[in-house]
């Protein structure tokens, strides 16, 4: 059973669970490849005897059992944008804050390493949105799980966002930036920004204002067949494209064309997964006496 390792950093205070993890696997017959830069402090609580580095998409064997990302929802979002379109399964361990993506607590890691050794676990297929044109704006790989983000750069005035949908006028959203999300990422940035909660396997975007200047503009969820075509434009002649937690300028002249990526990323949970229950967690639903 191969198994891959990618994180940003390791707190000394989840050395212990880690451990346990990757003992637990190891015992197991597991053999691990580790991500170059997260090897040096992985090493400082785990004693690899075998294990192979990787730096890059073109470097992880594609024969690889499951892609272990261990941090906060950001760290997916960059294993996801590592391990691009190879269909390899991410179980996310939560070092982080919230975690609606890395949904396995510390507390709950030798029920994880249990889950992968008896191959007792679902796999969550998640959607996720491609940057069609500029097709080179994010290098090789212009796909996005959470969210695409168009943003003014500084302070100054608000933008003018320009919507198509499918060739369709949709509406100019005077504001300090537009999001386009997917269920999964409609619990992100979008949620903060007053948009809905989409259950992940509704197939729908949802396209988000941010701080609209126009108060009766809403958010609005439309079918993720659609095509969306963004044209900004404003006093200041470049501005921010975010996809998911990688940031590029972009010039008033060009055109973000946004469409459904053709694979999804599968996302593994121990045992059953239960959407409406994560979020009931994560939000403190039912905490008020009153329910």
Partial sequence: MKI???????????????????????KNGA???????????????????????????EEIDPDTFCFISIGGDGTLLDTVALIQDSGIPILGINTGRLGFLSAVSTSEIEMAAQALISRDYTIDYRSLLMLESPSNL????????????????????????????????????????????????????????????????????????????????RPIVIPDTCKITLRP?????????????????????????ISKAPFTAKLLYPGKKDFFKTIRNKLAWGLDKRN
């Fill in 233 to 257: 434009s404003g006093r200041h002649k470049e501005y921010l494209v975010v996809l998911d937690s990688r940031v590029q300028s972009l010039s008033d002249t060009q055109d973000l064309v």
């Fill in 4 to 26: 891959a390792l990618f994180g940003r950093e390791l707190n000394e205070s989840f050395y212990n669970p880690i451990c346990t993890l990757l003992h637990n696997l190891l």
């Fill in 31 to 57: 053999r691990f490849s580790v991500h170059e830069k997260f090897y040096p402090l992985l090493s400082q609580c785990v004693k690899f005897e075998d294990v192979k580095l990787f730096g890059k998409h």
């Fill in 138 to 217: 994010f290098g090789s790989f212009s796909c996005a799980l959470n969210e695409l983000t168009i943003q003014k750069r500084d302070t100054a005035s608000m933008i003018a966002i320009s919507a198509e949908i499918d060739g369709q006028y949709l509406n100019t959203y005077w504001a300090d930036g537009l999001i386009v999300a997917t269920p999964t990422g409609s619990t992100g940035y979008s949620l903060s920004c007053g948009g809905p909660i989409i259950s992940p396997d509704s197939q729908n975007f949802v396209i988000t204002p941010i701080a609209t200047h126009n108060l009766t503009v």
